[in-house]
């Protein structure tokens, strides 16, 4: 049997689970398993600069394609610490990534030794799992272990802490012979399947709410064909977005507080029936229960079984992988409609359309500063169906989901129940790594921009190029908006006058040297007409240097952007003008047909 140190064991082990990408920081306890990396090779490094950036990369990185693992790496102590918050984020979303932290040796972890802190008891509520591991022996099973949790069932992260003396301890492990473990995911029966299409299709104006697990499970196309043959309209959620395309006939605009369209909230008042597929009633889409619930019937399908019943009581509940239970929905729905037992949905559908051919936001503005909205429309118009979009939180990111396009999964990579400031840069360096061939464009506010800006650097020693859109009023936006409720204006201006820079007036920090330090193109744009040049120089300038380039459009400081301030989807507020004219909207998915 062949003789290798733990830490050569793991590094074996991941490339045999497909691995072939990490991000990190290395450090003293850690060290043993980054000179197995550099002795067994077949796995590119992508040095952080931050290991809770390395953890976002990590994120970015799974989220872009099906069967992704995104792998981050850190010493002991801190560098465990600072990952929570990407575990945390992925535990969220449903996100496998393997953190893999060093510890202090065996002997003295609980004798308050240097960075020796019980990193597995802390990562506990936000992972599947999270082991230090205390025998060298079990190195290989606990691996094995993670990589089937990670994909079992609904996909999250795991965390395994490794003893600096664990790590060199030898082992008898023959990679040659290794093999993952089957993955298990639970999956829809016929008979649950038939009930539910029955209940569907006794509905006069049902609806599909498709969320991020139709994307985990890989199954847009299923789901588009399954909305196809029974003529249902489709809401996205934030999530999973992309899961139908924009421009689909089907696709009747997101639902919610925020994030959301006037026509899909619009359209989902008038339903009588949903059908929810790999979402979890994310309150910011449902706002109030009893306004979302009331004349509807609800069956809902979701991977984790504890996942139904959770927010409200659905009148049927289905536990099964997205895709499994879609396959068996297609099959049904092609042997009903050969019988000729679905119902026509064509004056529903039709409906839909219409509100979404009339229920627009205004994006088109001249005003000098900018105001938001026309920094994406003509977002739009230079970035093309094939674009990555990659966003977190804050009043840039609900206003882009209100007003941008997205054709494709995965092109919409959202940070969705934990939004932490911070994380667009790095997990953009996350996306760009994995799938270097597609455009990726982040968009962030100046906070969420500040948060992490380090990770600019990676980009450019990495030669990891795509376009940051950097939209600032030097203002807390969202926090801002939200404190109208308490009629103040508190500690969530950022803005003052840079003695460096005075041209900015009080827009403070110079977002355009801070990102040419870094190593990094950036162009400021304070005309809107400007704004369409600027993102195709943009594009230009990353193809040619290979590096992040950031556009920072100067924003009028204080806009406001529609959203419910009742918790109600009913009750969507509307702070700026609405499109009465084609001119108004005029990268809308359905032009203006009438005001």
Request: glycine letters at 10%; one cysteine or more.
């Given at each position: 049997m062949p003789r290798m140190t733990a830490a050569r064991a793991a590094v074996e082990i991941l490339k045999r689970e497909g691995v072939d990408t990490a991000?990190?920081?290395?450090?003293?306890?850690?060290?043993?398993?980054?000179?197995?990396?550099?002795?067994?090779?077949?796995?590119?490094?992508?040095?952080?600069?931050?290991?809770?950036?390395?953890?976002?990369?990590?994120?970015?990185y799974t989220r872009t394609a099906h069967g992704n693992i995104g792998v981050c790496i850190g010493t002991s102590g801190p560098a465990g610490t600072d990952m929570i918050t990407g575990l945390y984020s992925a535990t969220g979303d449903s996100i496998p990534i393997l953190c893999i932290t060093g510890q202090a040796p065996t002997s003295v972890i609980h004798k308050e030794d240097f960075q020796a802190v019980d990193i597995a008891a802390i990562a506990a509520p936000v992972t599947k799992a999270a082991t230090t591991v205390l025998e060298a022996a079990q190195v290989p099973g606990v691996f094995q272990k993670a990589f089937h949790l990670m994909r079992s069932g609904r996909p999250g992260p795991v965390l395994i802490d490794l003893p600096v003396d664990v790590q060199l301890t030898e082992i008898e492990f023959d990679p040659e012979t290794?093999?993952?473990?089957?993955?298990?995911?639970?999956?829809?029966?016929?008979?649950?399947?038939?009930?539910?299409?029955?209940?569907?299709?006794?509905?006069?104006?049902?609806?599909?709410?498709?969320?991020g697990g139709v994307i985990n499970a890989d199954a847009a196309g299923l789901l588009v064909e399954f909305a196809e043959l029974t003529g249902t309209p489709v809401v996205p959620t934030l999530m999973g977005w992309g899961a139908i395309p924009d421009d689909h006939e089907l696709n009747a605009g997101m639902v919610g507080l925020q994030t959301s369209h006037r026509y899909g909230n619009a359209t989902f008042l008038e339903s009588d029936f949903v059908l929810g597929i790999g979402n979890r009633w994310a309150n910011r889409h449902t706002g109030r229960i009893n306004v979302y619930t009331k004349g509807r019937a609800f069956v809902h399908v979701d991977i984790e079984p504890t996942q139904i019943g959770k927010i409200f009581a659905p009148d049927y509940g289905i536990t099964s992988d997205a895709g499994a239970a879609l396959e068996l929905f297609v099959e049904v729905a092609r042997e009903l409609r050969a019988a000729g037992e679905l119902p026509d949905r064509s004056a529903w559908a039709a409906s839909a359309r219409e509100r979404k051919a009339t229920l627009h936001r205004r994006t088109h503005f001249d005003d000098i500063p900018i105001k938001p909205q026309r920094v994406y429309e003509e977002m739009n118009r230079a970035f093309g169906p094939d674009t990555r979009y990659v966003t977190t939180i804050g009043l840039s990111q609900i206003a882009g989901a209100q007003m941008l396009h997205v054709y494709r999964p995965r092109h919409w990579i959202n940070c969705g129940q934990a939004g932490p400031l911070g994380w667009t840069v790095p997990a953009a360096l996350g996306v760009a790594k994995a799938d270097p061939g597609t455009p990726v464009v982040a968009l962030s506010g100046d906070y969420d921009f500040q948060f992490m800006i380090e990770e600019l650097a990676v980009g450019a020693q990495h030669r990891i190029p795509y376009v940051h859109v950097l939209v600032n009023n030097s203002y807390l936006g969202l926090i801002r908006q939200a404190q109208r409720a308490f009629d103040i204006d508190f500690q969530v201006n950022l803005e003052f006058e840079n003695v460096n820079s005075p041209e900015l007036g009080v827009y403070g920090v110079d977002h355009v040297k801070v990102a040419e330090g870094l190593g990094c193109k950036a162009i400021r744009v304070t005309d809107p007409a400007d704004l369409g040049a600027a993102f195709e120089q943009a594009k230009k300038l990353a193809a040619e240097y290979r590096v992040p380039v950031v556009v920072e459009a100067i924003l009028e400081r204080v806009t406001n952007i529609a959203m419910s301030v009742t918790n109600d989807i009913g009750n969507v507020v509307e702070f700026e003008e609405l499109a009465t004219e084609p001119g108004h909207a005029p990268t809308e998915i359905i032009p203006l047909t009438s005001p």
């Amino acid at each position: 049997m062949p003789r290798m140190t733990a830490a050569r064991a793991a590094v074996e082990i991941l490339k045999r689970e497909g691995v072939d990408t990490a991000f990190g920081v290395p450090g003293a306890a850690i060290n043993p398993f980054y000179a197995a990396l550099k002795e067994s090779g077949g796995i590119q490094h992508t040095l952080a600069r931050h290991v809770e950036g390395a953890s976002h990369m990590a994120e970015g990185y799974t989220r872009t394609a099906h069967g992704n693992i995104g792998v981050c790496i850190g010493t002991s102590g801190p560098a465990g610490t600072d990952m929570i918050t990407g575990l945390y984020s992925a535990t969220g979303d449903s996100i496998p990534i393997l953190c893999i932290t060093g510890q202090a040796p065996t002997s003295v972890i609980h004798k308050e030794d240097f960075q020796a802190v019980d990193i597995a008891a802390i990562a506990a509520p936000v992972t599947k799992a999270a082991t230090t591991v205390l025998e060298a022996a079990q190195v290989p099973g606990v691996f094995q272990k993670a990589f089937h949790l990670m994909r079992s069932g609904r996909p999250g992260p795991v965390l395994i802490d490794l003893p600096v003396d664990v790590q060199l301890t030898e082992i008898e492990f023959d990679p040659e012979t290794y093999e993952p473990l089957p993955v298990w995911k639970p999956a829809a029966t016929r008979r649950q399947i038939e009930k539910a299409l029955a209940m569907m299709t006794a509905a006069q104006r049902p609806l599909i709410v498709a969320g991020g697990g139709v994307i985990n499970a890989d199954a847009a196309g299923l789901l588009v064909e399954f909305a196809e043959l029974t003529g249902t309209p489709v809401v996205p959620t934030l999530m999973g977005w992309g899961a139908i395309p924009d421009d689909h006939e089907l696709n009747a605009g997101m639902v919610g507080l925020q994030t959301s369209h006037r026509y899909g909230n619009a359209t989902f008042l008038e339903s009588d029936f949903v059908l929810g597929i790999g979402n979890r009633w994310a309150n910011r889409h449902t706002g109030r229960i009893n306004v979302y619930t009331k004349g509807r019937a609800f069956v809902h399908v979701d991977i984790e079984p504890t996942q139904i019943g959770k927010i409200f009581a659905p009148d049927y509940g289905i536990t099964s992988d997205a895709g499994a239970a879609l396959e068996l929905f297609v099959e049904v729905a092609r042997e009903l409609r050969a019988a000729g037992e679905l119902p026509d949905r064509s004056a529903w559908a039709a409906s839909a359309r219409e509100r979404k051919a009339t229920l627009h936001r205004r994006t088109h503005f001249d005003d000098i500063p900018i105001k938001p909205q026309r920094v994406y429309e003509e977002m739009n118009r230079a970035f093309g169906p094939d674009t990555r979009y990659v966003t977190t939180i804050g009043l840039s990111q609900i206003a882009g989901a209100q007003m941008l396009h997205v054709y494709r999964p995965r092109h919409w990579i959202n940070c969705g129940q934990a939004g932490p400031l911070g994380w667009t840069v790095p997990a953009a360096l996350g996306v760009a790594k994995a799938d270097p061939g597609t455009p990726v464009v982040a968009l962030s506010g100046d906070y969420d921009f500040q948060f992490m800006i380090e990770e600019l650097a990676v980009g450019a020693q990495h030669r990891i190029p795509y376009v940051h859109v950097l939209v600032n009023n030097s203002y807390l936006g969202l926090i801002r908006q939200a404190q109208r409720a308490f009629d103040i204006d508190f500690q969530v201006n950022l803005e003052f006058e840079n003695v460096n820079s005075p041209e900015l007036g009080v827009y403070g920090v110079d977002h355009v040297k801070v990102a040419e330090g870094l190593g990094c193109k950036a162009i400021r744009v304070t005309d809107p007409a400007d704004l369409g040049a600027a993102f195709e120089q943009a594009k230009k300038l990353a193809a040619e240097y290979r590096v992040p380039v950031v556009v920072e459009a100067i924003l009028e400081r204080v806009t406001n952007i529609a959203m419910s301030v009742t918790n109600d989807i009913g009750n969507v507020v509307e702070f700026e003008e609405l499109a009465t004219e084609p001119g108004h909207a005029p990268t809308e998915i359905i032009p203006l047909t009438s005001p």
